[in-house]
């Protein structure tokens, strides 16, 4: 649809591919370049930390093409996940006092958790913060109590130990069983001053003048983390992109050859 192409994943993040790949191809024989295709990102990333733990690494500098045109994230947040399962005696939900519910626990615990533990209050919250997620039991009937409950909550976490604060206040809160999921990224961050990275804004800032190449911080957690053992700048750049996650989502085909030759030329040139 004129400079869009939609389809699924489109945004999130098959339009970044196709403008790596180009630049790929561009810079074969020219430069020391190479690029890594995760599939699996959104559970974990573990192609990545595999890769890295390969041996496949960087001298200068590892991009990661999934952020937002014309800005720089040079923080994320670390990503974890806990369950919290509660166990109780189900029954018929008419006689309530013969039961021990434990959807009662799973609120009435999470209830003392929120209480004690930071609330994300604007978008620039730069702290930990645990949110609920899902719930589920097993009963399949609305006029049954079930004999077990469980709710999953999602940290984003700055601070080291942020994890281990949250599964503790978890059990002395709740008073449940709590297990962490597989999937764990520790928050990351380089200095926005290193200069790879101010080089890398001058040379978007001279690619696309009339937009404000800004230094941001990210509240997701994205494949940056794994590359942290290589001691080198993880930028994540991007392209224009939208409706990521959602129906209709596209990417600006200009946009992507735009940053090829951006891209193409930082890595070509000292300046």
Known sequence: DGDRISGRGA??????????????????????????????EEIGGDTATFMVGKGYGARKMVVIVDGGAGRIVYAQKGVTA???????????????????NPIDKLVEGYARFRAAWPKAERP????????????????KASNR?????????????????????????????????VVRYKGFRPPFAFSPDHPEIVR????????????????????????????APLGVPVPTVGIVHGNSHGSGEWFSASSALEFVKMMEDFILTDK
């Open 145 to 177: 109590i079930p004999d077990e409950a469980e709710m999953s909550l999602n940290l984003r976490f700055v601070t080291p130990d942020g994890a281990d604060r949250a599964e503790r206040l978890l059990r002395e809160t709740t008073g449940c069983e």
């Open 82 to 100: 806990f369950r919290v399962i509660a166990h109780g005696r189900g029954g018929h939900s008419a006689s309530p006092w013969l039961r021990d």
């Open 11 to 40: 945004s999130d993040c098959k339009g970044a591919c196709v403008a790596v790949a180009q630049a790929l191809v561009r810079l074969n024989g020219k430069a020391s370049v190479g690029v890594i295709f995760g599939a699996d």
């Open 200 to 227: 890398l804004q001058k040379r978007m800032q001279a690619a696309w003048p009339g937009r404000t190449i800004a230094m941001e911080r990210n509240m997701a957690a994205g494949d940056a983390n794994h590359f």
């Open 124 to 139: 620039d919250h730069w702290e930990d913060f645990c949110t609920a997620t899902m719930i589920s039991c097993d009963s």
